[in-house]
């Protein structure tokens, strides 16, 4: 890890670092260059499939292999859209990518654009980033001005229209068909697939949806090649895992003394991450949880801290996955009961309400957390709780969208990492009434 050098953050300690003139000196829009002037679409999709880059948005998708998806003989439109929605909670790496080097985003998106053949693509910012949307945008307009965007690009004969549209805030359209009717002017409620976007998607044409950390290291493929992506990471060990390969951008905060984003090789530990980055857990205390990447992904407890945070690593602790690898750690003094709350609520407000287990499950799981942390729980809530957890999701096949399984992962793991700690609190603030069967009300009027 010593001699690891960043790339996706090399240029962001740069005096106007944002500017093309600064990123065009280190290099910029080399990537581009080469691929206009001797590569064909299908060299740059193969040429992404062999560097196993997976997506950094959440899922871990092979960023390749959703390009390959587009159908060959299409006449277009074929459009790109860049979830830079950013919503997950913690998670800030997007951000700085696009605040402080944004031009590395456009070229990946360039390049992504010329591999699908799209001829227009569409940036989903993330309504509280105005900074990271004017910096975007200038990087746009230096562009145009350069003749890297519009007709005939570079006299490549390649055309491209890059065009910013601002969220209005909502978790949902982190999800790909929810971005896309969110784009396209309505409410935000994700697709039944099939049909998936790549045929069917942005005004019912083809389209990729990518995130813009994936993209973002698409021209370090082009310029170092495979050998270098694949040099760092996790490799697979299981045929049907395409293994966590490259760099990656892991945020971390919480109860740390020196909250950061730093860039390591995919595959680091949370322990590292925290006491050698994160300059240890604040006021002298110990980590009681952690959350991997983003609070849907769930909470590791602190003796399972050495797990590699690759794509497979948090899963094999129990957790959803690998996520947006933001780390949020949470100390000993934090009260489980609390993270709950806090979790469950941010679920249910931004559930979208289409599919009844999810906008049911998440208001009731948020409803009977509230009372018991009002101190009217009983132990049978752990029971429902549980049995809301193991009910609603894409994984038991009740929805349409993952939103659902992000918000069980939180009580999936607090139940079964927590237990007891939760049973005492109940106990312990409803002495008379921890051991009632029914009737209980799932709503209370809370004084605090």
């Not at 899922?59 to 277009?76: E, V």
């Not at 949806?209 to 082009?222: D, G, M, Q």
């Not at 602790?317 to 933001?326: I, P, Y």
């Amino acid at each position: 890890m010593a001699d690891f050098e960043p790339v996706l953050l090399s240029n962001i300690h740069k005096q106007d670092s944002h500017t093309l003139p600064v990123y065009q000196a280190g290099g910029g829009y080399q990537a581009i260059r080469k691929v206009l002037s001797g590569m064909s679409p299908n060299d740059v999709i193969e040429l992404v499939k062999a560097s196993s880059l997976r997506g950094r948005g959440g899922a871990g998708f092979p960023c390749g292999l959703k390009w390959s998806f587009l159908p060959k003989d299409h006449p277009g439109p074929i459009y790109m859209c860049v979830n830079a929605d950013e919503s997950e909670p913690a998670t800030f790496n997007n951000r700085i990518l696009m605040e402080q080097d944004p031009h590395q985003v456009l070229e990946g998106i360039m390049i992504g654009c010329f591999a699908t053949r799209a001829q227009t693509a569409y940036i989903y910012v993330r309504f509280e980033y105005p900074t990271a949307y004017r910096r975007l945008q200038g990087a746009i307009d230096e562009c145009r001005a350069a003749g890297l965007l519009g007709k005939n690009i570079q006299g490549s004969g390649f055309n491209l229209d890059i065009f910013l549209h601002r969220g209005a805030a909502a978790y949902i359209c982190g999800e790909e068909t929810g971005l896309i009717e969110s784009l396209e002017g309505k409410r935000a409620w994700p697709r039944i697939k099939p049909p998936f976007p790549a045929i069917e998607g942005a005004f019912r044409k083809p389209t990729v949806v990518n995130n813009i950390e994936t993209l973002s290291n698409v021209p370090h493929i082009v310029n170092r090649g495979v050998e270098w992506f694949k040099s760092m990471g996790i490799p697979s060990t299981n045929p049907k895992d395409p293994g966590s390969y490259g760099p990656k951008l892991y945020c971390v905060s919480g109860h740390v003394n020196t909250p950061c984003c730093v860039e390591l090789p995919l595959g680091v530990t949370a322990r590292e991450l925290i006491d050698r980055h994160g300059g240890g857990v604040w006021k002298g205390r110990k980590a009681k949880a952690v959350i991997p990447g983003g609070l849907s992904m769930g909470i590791m407890t602190e003796k399972e801290l050495d797990i590699p945070l690759d794509f497979a690593g948090p899963g094999k602790v129990g957790c959803l996955g690998l996520g947006t690898a933001a780390v949020t750690v949470m100390d000993e003094t934090v009260p489980i009961i609390d993270y709950l709350y806090n979790a469950s609520r941010f679920f249910a407000h931004e559930s979208c309400g289409q599919c009844t287990p999810c906008r049911e499950g998440t208001s009731w799981a948020s409803r009977t957390i509230a009372r018991i942390k009002a101190g009217q729980g009983r132990l049978k809530d752990l029971e429902i709780l549980q049995s809301i957890s193991q009910s609603i999701g894409i994984m038991p096949g009740t929805t349409i969208c993952g939103l659902a399984d992000g918000a069980a992962w939180p009580l999936k793991n607090a139940l079964s990492k927590f237990r007891g700690e939760l049973e005492d609190y109940i106990r312990t603030t409803n002495p008379g009434g921890y051991g009632q069967e029914e009737p209980a009300l799932a709503l209370v009027e809370l004084t605090h």
